[in-house]
């Protein structure tokens, strides 16, 4: 079911997925090129069987509203605060900036996230590095984003996340993915660094390993938000 959510001076869509009872699942997508159905048409419906997923569009994408200025992780943590206030503390999934996001939004609130899932997060640089971050921009509704907000230059001052950023969420399971030809293989090696505790997997593909290997990511994010145990993050 989706459904338009007005939060912080914007216009949301919201997709929920899956029964009303159970632990949710929160899933966030990436800059530019994603949106709720970057989830919707891969992984989400999979892992809807058996918990409530719930999908929203940032600002700017997919049918939400687009606005002058809120894509920094602050801000984009301070919506899912208010687009998921209704909900009892969560699992929580995103993919690229949507990783960054996520990890921001647990550090900045802790105690509603349950369990963390990083898929391909862009933390082995700037998070401005995000591949096809400018070049994106061919797209229509992108090129829009691009050239009427302030998105390019927020992302851009976003600092790294580092070792010592991640070592804040440790007590939290985590789970990382990276793809093998991403340039943001990397990023595993820090999470492991970081929280000795963490699941780190390398799938087959790239940056939207989310995509290219669903067949393989669905089963082992359901593993990961229904096993008790975890094992360390060996790769």
């Known amino acids: 079911m989706a459904a338009f959510v007005h939060a912080r001076g914007a216009r949301f869509n919201v997709v929920d997925l899956g029964p009303a009872d159970g632990v949710p699942l929160v899933m966030l ?121 302030r998105v390019l230059d927020e992302v851009a001052a976003e600092p790294p996340v580092t070792a010592d950023v991640l070592a804040g969420l440790e007590g939290l399971p985590v789970l990382a993915v990276a793809g093998a030809e991403s340039p943001f293989r990397a990023a595993l090696d820090l999470v492991g660094r970081a929280l000795p505790a963490a699941r780190c997997h390398v799938l087959p593909g790239g940056h939207d390993v989310h995509i290219t290997a669903r067949h393989l990511l669905a089963p082992l994010l359901e593993d990961f938000l229904d096993r008790e145990v975890h094992r360390a993050c060996l790769m």
């Open 29 to 149: 997508h990436g800059l530019f090129t994603g949106s709720a159905a970057s989830w919707f048409f891969t992984v989400a419906p999979a892992l809807a069987r058996t918990r409530p997923v719930r999908l929203p569009d940032w600002r700017g994408h997919g049918l939400s509203e687009r606005t002058p200025s809120g894509y920094g992780t602050a801000d984009m943590a301070a919506d899912l605060a208010a687009l998921t206030a209704g909900l009892p503390p969560f699992a929580l999934a995103g993919h690229s900036y949507g990783a960054a996001v996520a990890v921001r939004f647990a550090l900045d609130h802790p105690g509603r996230v349950t369990r963390l899932a990083l898929i391909d997060p862009p933390f082995a640089g700037a998070l401005a590095s995000v591949p096809g971050m400018r070049e994106s921009g061919r797209r229509s509704r992108v090129r829009a984003l691009v050239e009427h907000t």
